[in-house]
């Protein structure tokens, strides 16, 4: 009896697009020492490819940069995700 197997690969790719033609200028994130454009948690979340509540939880714990305006909006600083998605890659909990 011959039996073979099927292995199936998928490929995703992600890509942030900005709704305008021009991307927002470089900011000072609070905690680095060089400019980065800073995102909203919606937009965070798209590109680390979480959930918008991971990114929040981040947050509130302190693990992750960010900035509050006097409006009370929040951003995020993308240089500081990148830890946090490799330690949820390797099955820490969001």
Not at 5 to 17: A, C, G, H, P, S
Not at 20 to 39: K, Y
Not at 60 to 65: A, P
Request: charged content about 20%; some cysteine.
């Amino acid at each position: 009896m011959n039996r073979t197997r099927r292995i199936e690969i998928t490929v995703e790719r992600r890509r942030l697009v900005w709704p305008n033609a021009t991307p927002p200028a470089p900011v000072f994130c609070p905690s680095c020492p060089a400019p980065v454009v800073l995102l909203t948690p919606e937009e965070a979340a798209a590109l680390a490819g979480v959930s918008v509540r991971a990114v929040y939880r981040w947050v509130e714990t302190g693990q992750m940069h960010y900035l509050e305006t006097s409006d009370n909006q929040l951003f995020v600083c993308p240089s500081s995700f990148p830890p946090l998605i490799e330690a949820s890659l390797k099955g820490a909990t969001l």
